[in-house]
């Protein structure tokens, strides 16, 4: 059974500083990885989606890398901003009627 | 893009009482559709997988017979909560996917329900 875990479980940053996430998925027979962003009380956005045979995918100010031997995959954001403050979830889709299995997120904060 | 709306957004009902969510992709036609139920400070789980014209895949653990989900059209799904309790107050989210899988999965903005 596929579990996935982000860590840390809450990050709070200046304005303006570069940042981190981590993901980890248990089973790493995965179909694609996906990182989301939801605000509090509505659904999600979906940012970015890495294919099994990628490595990384890029969008504006977030990079997203993939490293299935090891379980793991990391959501980079660079020059944070007040408008990043969400929280961040990671899911691992094993391909299986595209079932996707969510990490338990990263809430961070940007403060001014 | 692809947008997914629920109905309604917000919904607070009697104990004993059925509720209906319902799920609809905007603009495309929806192959799979996917229910979620999430609870306070807690990630996405996966209640049940919806293919249009055939009946739902629950996952393990979720009561087929108290959340119905009809899938009618390739644009519509429903999640029916029957006999709400308060310990099914919760924030139910769907999506749905117009490819294979492995396809991205666009999600509708959620849907909290509290059972008083």
């Known amino acids: 059974k596929q579990e996935v875990t982000q860590i840390p479980a809450a990050l709070s940053v200046p304005e303006g500083e570069n940042l981190v996430l981590n993901c980890s998925f248990t089973?790493?027979?995965?179909?694609?990885l996906q990182w989301f962003r939801q605000d509090p009380g509505k659904g999600l956005t979906s940012l970015l989606l890495?294919?099994?045979?990628?490595r990384e995918q890029t969008s504006g100010r977030l990079n997203a890398s993939l490293d299935k031997s090891s379980g793991r995959s990391t959501l980079y954001i660079a020059a944070s901003q007040p408008g990043d403050s969400a929280t961040y979830l990671c899911?691992?889709?094993?391909?299986?009627?595209?079932?996707?299995?969510f990490g338990t997120g990263t809430r961070l904060q940007v403060t001014l | 893009g692809a947008v997914v709306s629920q109905h309604p957004s917000r919904v607070i009902c009697k104990s004993g009482t059925s509720v209906k969510i319902e799920c609809r992709s905007l603009?495309?036609?929806?192959?799979?559709m996917f229910w979620y139920r999430q609870f306070p400070k807690q990630s996405l789980m996966l209640m049940a997988t919806?293919?249009?014209?055939?009946?739902?895949?629950?996952e393990q653990g979720v009561e087929k017979d108290k959340f119905l989900i009809n899938h009618a059209s390739l644009t519509l799904s429903t999640l029916t909560v029957t006999s709400a309790h308060p310990e099914d107050s919760s924030f139910y989210i769907c999506?749905?996917?117009?490819?294979?899988?492995?396809?991205?999965?666009?999600f509708g903005p959620g849907t909290r329900l509290t059972v008083l």
């Open positions: 999506s749905a996917t117009l490819g294979p899988p492995g396809d991205t999965q666009y």
């Open positions: 089973d790493s027979a995965i179909y694609n």
């Open positions: 890495i294919q099994s045979s990628q």
């Open positions: 899911a691992a889709d094993t391909g299986t009627a595209s079932k996707l299995t």
């Open positions: 603009d495309f036609q929806a192959t799979t």
């Open positions: 919806s293919n249009e014209g055939s009946k739902a895949t629950y």
